[in-house]
C-alpha cells in the first residue's frame, strides 16, 4: 500500500474545474517532484494533500488514512512563506517547535530552534521581523520552520524559487541531506527542471488547467549522489531533461496559450547585495508583468 | 499657497483669530446676550489660573472638573472595550452570530446617548444616591462600544486566510489560534476602533453629566448655563473640545504603533 495515495482527486472553486482526476501514489520515504505551468493547480494539489483544501471527488490518503484536515505531520513550505508579521525569525520557528515538541525541555526547544535558524544561515537575522527581510530570506525561514517539524511528508510549494543560485543550491543540498538522513517522503513543486532532475525519484508533469491532472511520471535513475557541476555533462540527465521539457511543452503543443512571463512573488528583494549589478532583481510592478501570446508549434 | 518658515504655527493662529474676530463681532451686533471675547476672559480666569481650586461642589477649577469627566469617561470607556472587543471577535468570527446580533446592532448603534441615558438611570435606580454614576457609566459604554464592536470584526475578518493555514497545519488549539495569530493579526484594526470610540465616550459624558448633574465639565457647563454665567459655557466648550484632541492624538500615536507592527 502506498504511504501517500491520491486517487481521483478532483478540486473546482465554483467555476471549473481546477484538478480533475489527479491519482498519485508515493511510496514511504519517495522523493517527487512535480513541474508544471503557472496556474495550472499546482498549489491547489498541494493544500489538498496538506489538508488545507478539501477534494469534491476522490480521496487523499496518508498512511493508509483519509486526509481530513491538515496536521504537523505534513510540513508544508507555502509559495508564499506565510510568515506570521508581528512575529521575529526565532519566534516564528519556535511557534512550530512549541506545537509539535510540547514536551521538550525550554534548553532543548532552543537548541532545536537554532539548529535551524543556523542551518539555513539566518542567525545574524536572528531577532529580526519577516518585513526586515528580503524575499529569498523569508523563504529560509519558511523552510527552516517545516524543517524543524520534523515532519513524515514534506510539502514544498516552489520553496526555492526566491532565492540568488548560491543560496538555492546550498539549500537544495540541504533538502536532500534531509530526505537522506531520515527518509521523509518529499512532494516538491517547483518550476525548474534541473532541480527536479537534481533531487527527485520521479518527476511527473502536471498538464496546464483548467482540469489540470498529473502526466506521465519519468522516474530520475541518476545515481546518487548527485553533483551539480558533473550532471551537466551526463548525457543521461541531458536525455531526461529533453523528456521532461518536451512532455510539458507538449501539453501546449499547437495550442495557443498565454504565458505569464514572470513569476511574482511577494517583496523579493535582492538575495545577494554582493551579487553584481546586472543580476539584481527588482519585484516586477503589476503593469511590467508581460503576458505574451505564445504559439508552440509540436 | 506658498510654504514659509513657521507656517505650521502661523495658520493655525490666523485661524484662530478669524474665528475669536467673528465671536467679537457677533456678540458686539445681533447676538448680545453671548459674552465678549474679553468678557469670557475676564470671567474665566478663576478657573483657568487655579485650574485645581476647590471652592465648592460645583465650583472648582477647571481642570479638576476635567479630571473628574475624565475618570469617569475612562471607566465607561474600559467597559466599552471589554464588552465591544469580545462582540466584535464572534461577529467576525462566526456567520450564525453575525445574521443573529447584527441586525439589532445596525438598530442600537444610531440612538443617541440622551436616549440611553434615562434608561440606564432607569437601570439603576435600584442604586439609589448612584444611580447618576451607574447610569452614565452605562450610556458611555453602550454609545461608545460601536466603532470597537465593528472594527474589530472587519479586523478579523481580514486576517489573511495564509496565517490561519499556519495555525491550521501546527493543529493550535483555539485559544493558541486566538492569542497568537488571530488577536497579533487583528490589533491594527482594533485599535482604530478604539481610537474611535474614545471620541465618542468623550461626547457621551457631556451630555451625561448635563443630565445628571454630576461634577465634572459637562456638568459645569449645564449649571452655568442656569446660573446664567454665559461665559463659563464658552470655556467649557474650549476645555471639551482641547481634551477630544489631545485624547484623539494620544490614541493615534498609539494606533500607528501597532500598524507598524
Ligand atoms: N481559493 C481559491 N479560490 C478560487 N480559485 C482558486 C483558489 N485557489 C486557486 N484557485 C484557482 O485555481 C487555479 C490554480 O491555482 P494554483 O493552484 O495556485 O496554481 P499554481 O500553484 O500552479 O500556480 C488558478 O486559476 C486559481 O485562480
Ligand atoms: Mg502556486
Known sequence: ?298 | MKKFKLDWLVLPLVGVAVIVGLWAVCSATWAKDLPSPAKTWESSKPYIVEPFAKRGEMDQGILRFTWYSLVLVAQGYALALIVGTPIGFCLGLSKAFTKTFDPIIQILRPVSPLAWLPLGLVLFLGTGKEAGTYGALFTIAVCAMWPTVLNTAVGVRAVPQDYLNVGRVLKLSRWKMLTKILIPATLPYMFTGFRLSLGIAWLVIVAAEMLTGRPGVGGFLWQEYNALIYEHIILSIIVIGLVGFVLDRLMSLLEARFKSA
Open chain 1, 1 to 298: 500500500m502506498p504511504f501517500l495515495e491520491l486517487s481521483g482527486v478532483g478540486k473546482a472553486f465554483g467555476g471549473p474545474p481546477v484538478l480533475r482526476d489527479v491519482n498519485l501514489a508515493l511510496e514511504r520515504g519517495e522523493f517527487v517532484a512535480i513541474v508544471g505551468y503557472s496556474g495550472s493547480g499546482k498549489t491547489t494539489l498541494i493544500s489538498l494533500i496538506a489538508g488545507l483544501q478539501h477534494p469534491d471527488t476522490g480521496t487523499v490518503r496518508l498512511d493508509g488514512r483519509i486526509v481530513a484536515g491538515p496536521g504537523p505531520d505534513r510540513g508544508v513550505v507555502f509559495q508564499n512563506y506565510s510568515l506570521l508579521p508581528w512575529l521575529t525569525v526565532y519566534e516564528n520557528i519556535a511557534l512550530a517547535v512549541d506545537q509539535v515538541f510540547p514536551d521538550l525541555p525550554p534548553a532543548a526547544k532552543q537548541a532545536h530552534v537554532e539548529k535551524y535558524i543556523a542551518m539555513v544561515n539566518l542567525a545574524p537575522a536572528r531577532d529580526k521581523l519577516p518585513r526586515q527581510l528580503s524575499g529569498g530570506m523569508r523563504q529560509r525561514v519558511s523552510v527552516a520552520r517545516a524543517l524543524a517539524m520534523d515532519p513524515q511528508v514534506l510539502l514544498l510549494d516552489e520553496p526555492l524559487s526566491a532565492l540568488d543560485a548560491l543560496t538555492r543550491s546550498t539549500l537544495q543540498d540541504e533538502i536532500e541531506r534531509i530526505w537522506g538522513a531520515d527518509k521523509k517522503t518529499v512532494v516538491l513543486i517547483t518550476n525548474d527542471v534541473d532541480e527536479a532532475l537534481l533531487l527527485a525519484d520521479r518527476i511527473i508533469p502536471l498538464t496546464p488547467g483548467p482540469g489540470a491532472t498529473l502526466g506521465e511520471s519519468v522516474p530520475v535513475t541518476l545515481a546518487r549522489p548527485r553533483d551539480r557541476r558533473a550532471l551537466n555533462h551526463d548525457p543521461e540527465f541531458k536525455r531526461l531533461r529533453a523528456l521532461v521539457t518536451n512532455q510539458l511543452l507538449g501539453y501546449t503543443a499547437g495550442r495557443r496559450a498565454t504565458v505569464t512571463r514572470k513569476l511574482t512573488l511577494p517583496d523579493i528583494l535582492p538575495e545577494d547585495l554582493e551579487a553584481p549589478r546586472t543580476s539584481r532583481r527588482r519585484p516586477l510592478r503589476p503593469q511590467e508583468i508581460k503576458k505574451t501570446e505564445v504559439i508552440l508549434s509540436p
